[in-house]
């Protein structure tokens, strides 16, 4: 299984981006049951953004919460997740990477981690 995050770029301050994570590989059946987005900014320590479960659940970051959405593809067989961030700030500038719990129908479930996607956000 491969996560593979993207979505970055660089926009102004105050737009707009949207992220994803996807799962993928083989077999063909594979179920995110919980995905995480984290962030790292240069020189600072990883960041919690947001976490969503097969089924719809969602936590944030209290400081993010009113402009970021996380979201899912289907609620029951997530294989895909997004994150929508809106009013982009400079301070939002980071590697956006995601982790997530996937189950497999050879395998059974295990954590997986993707490569960074780099959002930079322009004053």
């Known amino acids: 299984v491969q996560l593979q995050a993207s979505g970055g770029g660089l926009v102004q301050a105050g737009r707009s981006l949207r992220l994803s994570c996807a799962a993928s590989?083989?077999?063909?059946?594979?179920?995110?049951?919980?995905a995480t987005w984290f962030r790292q900014a240069p020189g600072k320590q990883r960041e919690w953004v947001a976490t969503i479960t097969n089924g719809g659940r969602t936590s944030y970051v209290e400081s993010l919460k009113e402009r970021f959405i996380i979201s899912g593809d289907n609620p029951q067989r997530m294989r895909t997740v997004y994150l929508q961030m809106n009013m982009l700030r400079p301070e939002d500038t980071a590697n956006y990477f995601c982790e997530a719990n996937v189950w497999t129908a050879a395998g059974g479930s295990a954590d997986y981690w993707g490569k960074g996607t780099l959002v930079t956000v322009s004053s």
């Open positions: 590989g083989t077999p063909s059946l594979i179920i995110i049951n919980t």
